[in-house]
């Protein structure tokens, strides 16, 4: 069975207990919109857009909706805010049944490519579909296309390779140069690292964690020339997958330079949340993390970190990336066009961008992440806007699955001595039998 069919029948089999519990308790802990529905009159169309509870992004929405309504005054948008473990089961549970949902969704593309096949989405109109094909990145629509139809719009570039988290002060006492080469990052990782026991005191080189060693790995076998599919079937066990899944093995085996406890202890600390507290050197992360750094750890970018250019394993600048946060609209909408109206005005050029500026999202259109207007607004992108023409859509597959399963060998080989060969063939196994 496929992974795809596995998830969908698992689903499927949960779905009374969602509807009856997870729907109705969600609903409850829906945030107010303002918006009141004796205000509406009979001759406007309503629209329901289900969101997750994020203040940032809330209120970007909220802007975008208000100028929307302004210009379309015979359309209400009544967008519904759920706090995120309720909107992710609500959201799925209305995707698997088909029944209930909202008219327009604010969705991750994982879920998208669950449930494109299902006829649950509207697809895209043709002509506004070409206009977003014509200047986005190609990670971008991949969970969005299903048998040559696309059935979501993105919102971002979703990248978690490519830039790094440095701290800032180490390297400037230590009269230190970023790394410019994969070689150099490595000497200082060894240099600076601190062992305590069976921990560390100051990790050089903070790999471990199931995000960011998937990315890790497969850009660095993508960046050596190799690939980790052939059409549907996974190959990580390749001469290039096996070579850099044990370099990164010796890292911790043989260099000392981490521990396990980014995947082991996750629930208490990722690697990037320890770099904050000052426990590491450099840290292999996605940009979103940096406003983290900022808002809930009261550090100064610039100061106390700062977010460079990571360099790249092998002589291609090349990374995997899945489709993140789109717009998409149902199929049992009564009121298709209008749904389609609202989420192209949002993805107009400008308003994009401001909205990519406001949350601090990469935008998913060239033309918009080389727009001199973005880095501008947010410099520590700077990085990592020259290597997007780089990303492949990582695939078709559950990145969820496929990143808890490369934690786990990884975790086997290190712990139980399970040969680097072994673990990768037994990864292709399991990912293939999915």
């Known amino acids: 069975m496929s992974l795809r069919k596995f998830l969908k029948t698992l689903m499927l089999t949960m779905v009374v207990i969602c509807a009856l519990v997870l729907v109705a308790g969600c609903t409850s802990a829906a945030e107010d919109d303002g918006t009141d529905a004796t205000t509406v009159t009979d001759d406007q169309t309503v629209l329901t857009f289900?969101?997750?509870?994020?203040?940032?992004?809330?209120?970007?929405?909220?802007?975008?909706?208000?100028?929307?309504?302004?210009?379309?005054?015979?359309?209400?948008?009544?967008?519904?805010?759920?706090?995120?473990?309720?909107?992710e089961a609500k959201i799925q549970t209305s995707l698997a049944t088909k029944e209930g949902g909202a008219d327009i969704y604010l969705l991750w593309g994982g879920w998208a490519g669950d449930y494109a096949d299902t006829g649950v989405f509207s697809p895209v109109p043709a002509d506004f579909m070409a206009e977003v094909k014509e200047d986005s990145y190609e990670p971008v629509l991949g969970?969005?296309?299903?048998?040559?139809?696309?059935?979501?719009?993105?919102?971002?570039?979703?990248?978690?390779?490519?830039?790094?988290?440095?701290?800032?002060?180490?390297?400037?006492?230590?009269?230190?140069?970023?790394?410019?080469?994969?070689?150099?990052?490595?000497?200082?990782?060894?240099?600076?690292?601190?062992?305590?026991?069976?921990?560390?005191?100051?990790?050089?080189?903070?790999?471990?964690?199931?995000?960011?060693?998937?990315?890790?790995w497969t850009s660095m076998i993508l960046s050596s020339g190799g690939q980790y599919m052939d059409g549907d079937e996974f190959t990580f066990a390749t001469p290039i997958g096996i070579e850099t899944m044990q370099t990164l093995v010796d890292y911790i085996k043989v260099d000392g330079l981490t521990d396990l406890d980014g995947i082991t202890n996750a629930e208490e600390q990722e690697p990037y949340q320890k770099f904050f507290l000052g426990e590491s050197m450099m840290v292999p992360r996605g940009p979103w993390v940096v406003p983290e750094g900022e808002e809930e750890y009261g550090l100064t970018y610039g100061v106390d970190f700062e977010f460079v250019s990571m360099p790249f394993y092998g002589a291609d600048k090349k990374f995997a990336a899945e489709t993140g946060w789109g717009l998409a609209v149902n199929a049992a909408t009564q009121n298709p066009d209008a749904a389609w109206k609202f989420v192209e005005f949002w993805s107009q050029k400008d308003r994009l961008l401001e909205y990519n500026i406001a949350t601090a999202t990469i935008p998913p259109y060239k033309s918009l992440a080389h727009d001199p207007r973005f880095v501008e607004a947010v410099p520590y992108m700077a990085p990592i806007i020259?290597?997007?023409?780089?990303?492949?859509?990582?695939?078709?597959?559950?990145?969820?699955?496929?990143?808890?399963?490369?934690?786990?060998?990884?975790?086997?080989?290190?712990?139980?001595?399970?040969?680097?060969?072994?673990?990768?063939?037994?990864?292709?196994?399991i990912m293939n039998n999915q």
Not at 158 to 187: H, Q, R, S
């Open 386 to 429: 020259d290597i997007l023409d780089g990303g492949q859509f990582i695939g078709h597959f559950n990145t969820s699955t496929l990143k808890e399963e490369v934690a786990n060998m990884f975790v086997d080989i290190i712990d139980n001595g399970t040969s680097v060969e072994d673990a990768v063939k037994a990864l292709d196994d």
């Open 143 to 216: 969970s969005f296309e299903y048998d040559g139809n696309y059935y979501g719009v993105p919102l971002e570039f979703n990248n978690e390779y490519g830039g790094m988290l440095v701290n800032t002060p180490k390297f400037e006492e230590l009269e230190l140069d970023y790394p410019a080469t994969w070689d150099e990052m490595i000497d200082i990782a060894r240099d600076v690292t601190v062992p305590k026991g069976n921990t560390f005191e100051f990790r050089g080189f903070d790999f471990p964690g199931e995000d960011s060693l998937t990315y890790v």
């Open 50 to 87: 289900w969101v997750h509870i994020d203040n940032l992004w809330n209120a970007e929405q909220d802007k975008i909706i208000a100028e929307f309504e302004a210009e379309n005054p015979d359309i209400v948008i009544k967008k519904e805010a759920f706090p995120w473990d309720d909107f």
